[in-house]
Antibody
Framework: QLQLQESGPGLVKPSGTLSLTCSVS??????????WGWIRQPPGKGLEWIGT???????YYSPSFTSRATMSVDTSQNQFSLNLTSVTAADTAVYYC??????????????WGQGILVTVAS | EIVMTQSPATLSVSPGERATLSCRAS??????LAWFQQKPGQSPRLLIF???TRATGIPARFSGSGSGTEFTLTISSLQSEDFAHYFC?????????FGQGTKVEIK
């Protein structure tokens, strides 16, 4: 059974860079049937898609994050990562990584990691 | 971007009753819509994709319907474990977007 696990600092200073890694187990990140994505959920709010990456390195970002987000993939470690620069308090959220199925087009997310709360504060 | 609007924000239902949740898209998404369940402190769980196809292991009391801009998630007879938040996601057009959610609470 595929499992995803987010890791990284739970506290980031304003204007700093948020860096998270998602470790994939029970399956290969190099499976061409899937993308790998990051989604976040600010406290008490809905879900926001940040970006998606393919194992070959192709990336797709939400317009809301394209200037600040960078995703990368490490197939040897079966991991992918997110860097989000110039963070503010508005970036405080639970960050989820998830697998995204390809059904001719990028589709739904399943499964999801358990999520990691990242707080932006000094 | 396509805006997904869910209603109601909160739905109060008694156990054993039917719950009907709505998700509306600001433009057509065909049948490219998924539903998720999220319980406090947990990550979202896929319920429905393709507007009406249940994901693996999802009980038959969950059903999805609709196409275009209007979608419905129906829980035919609410069980205690069904009280949770529910979100929809459109994946018809980039960027993918989510609704703000409906909280199903015990009446």
């Amino acid at each position: 059974q595929l499992q995803l696990q987010e890791s990284g600092p739970g506290l980031v200073k304003p204007s700093g860079t948020l860096s998270l890694t998602c470790s994939v187990s029970g399956g290969s990140i190099s499976d061409s049937n899937y993308y790998w994505g990051w989604i976040r959920q600010p406290p008490g709010k809905g879900l926001e898609w940040i970006g998606t990456i393919f194992y070959g390195g192709s990336t797709y970002y939400s317009p809301s994050f394209t200037s600040r987000a960078t995703m990368s993939v490490d197939t040897s470690q079966n991991q992918f990562s997110l860097n989000l620069t110039s963070v503010t308090a508005a970036d405080t959220a639970v960050y989820y990584c998830a697998r995204r199925i390809i059904v001719g087009r990028p589709g739904w997310f399943d499964p999801w990691g358990q999520g990691i709360l990242v707080t932006v504060a000094s | 971007e396509i805006v997904m609007t869910q209603s109601p924000a909160t739905l109060s239902v008694s156990p054993g009753e039917r719950a009907t949740l709505s998700c509306r898209a600001s433009q057509t998404v065909s049948s490219n819509l998924a539903w998720f369940q999220q319980k406090p402190g947990q990550s979202p769980r896929l319920l429905i994709f393709g507007a009406s196809t249940r994901a693996t292991g999802i009980p038959a009391r969950f059903s999805g319907s609709g196409s275009g801009t209007e979608f419905t998630l129906t829980i035919s007879s609410l069980q205690s474990e069904d009280f949770a938040h529910y979100f929809c996601q459109q994946y018809n057009r980039w960027p993918t977007t989510f609704g703000q959610g409906t909280k199903v609470e015990i009446k």
